[in-house]
């Protein structure tokens, strides 16, 4: 069974600051994936980045990258330049590149971003 | 290109009601998925089809039904609303994706349901 924890529940991080979420997670798959959400206010599950368990470079998409560390099972989010538009929800989860590709969640992180 | 898209957005039931939350994707997707997420929670698994003409359990499937009705189309059925079904649904797609060196795959979530059920 896959598992994925997010410690902190709420952040606070100033405008234009850098935050590190926090993203740890269990399993025996030696294939998978692993992906950040971000979810406003308004409610929609919004697609950041991902990262596979074989990539060897960090996956980066603009203001987001993410923080692999295989052998710690850890898949931080590291958001640079934070702005107010990003105070959401942050949810990591990870599926298997095996049977079933459905997402296994964490509880979430709530940020909120200060001016 | 609407992505995916569910309706209706708000619904309240009484206990012992039944309905059916449509969801549709129009990128051509085979992978449909049906989640729940609860108050302080992430997303659990309720259903999911990998394909047209095929569907399996998730985490939380009991007092769930689902049709995936053709490959645009996968629809969850409450026959008999409970209050622990009050939650907010997601619907999802994926495609798998063949990269350099394995595959890869993203969901697409809609917009969710929010349904409360008396």
């Known amino acids: 069974a896959q598992k994925i924890t997010q410690t902190q529940p709420g952040m606070f991080v100033q405008e234009k600051e850098a935050v590190t979420l926090d993203c740890t997670y269990d399993?025996?798959?030696?294939?998978?994936?692993l992906f950040w959400y971000k979810q406003p206010s308004s409610g929609e599950m919004i697609f950041l980045i991902y990262?596979?368990?074989?990539?060897?470079q960090n996956a980066t998409e603009g203001r987001y990258s993410l923080n692999f560390q295989k052998a710690r099972k850890s898949a931080n989010l590291v958001i640079s330049a934070s702005q107010l538009g990003d105070s959401a929800m942050y949810f990591c989860?990870?599926?298997?590149?095996?049977?079933?590709?459905?997402?296994?969640f964490g509880s979430g992180t709530r940020l909120q971003v200060q001016p | 290109n609407a992505g995916v898209t569910q309706t209706p957005k708000f619904q309240v039931l009484k206990t012992g009601q039944s309905m059916t939350l449509q969801c549709a994707q129009d990128?051509?997707?085979?992978?449909m998925y049906w989640y729940r997420q609860d108050p302080g929670m992430g997303l659990r698994l309720i259903y999911y089809?990998?394909?047209?003409?095929?569907?399996d359990k998730g985490e939380v499937p009991n007092g769930y039904n689902v049709s995936r009705l053709n490959k645009r189309e996968f629809s969850l059925r409450l026959e008999s609303a409970a209050p622990s079904q009050t939650s907010v649904y997601f619907c999802?797609?994926?495609?798998?994706?063949?990269?350099?060196?394995?595959?890869?795959?993203?969901?697409?979530f809609g917009p969710g349901t929010r349904l409360t059920v008396l």
């Open positions: 999802a797609s994926s495609e798998i994706v063949q990269g350099l060196f394995h595959r890869t795959d993203t969901q697409y």
């Open positions: 399993t025996s798959d030696p294939s998978y994936g």
């Open positions: 990262q596979g368990s074989y990539d060897q």
């Open positions: 989860a990870m599926r298997k590149d095996t049977g079933r590709r459905a997402l296994t």
């Open positions: 990128m051509n997707h085979n992978s």
């Open positions: 089809s990998a394909s047209e003409g095929t569907t």
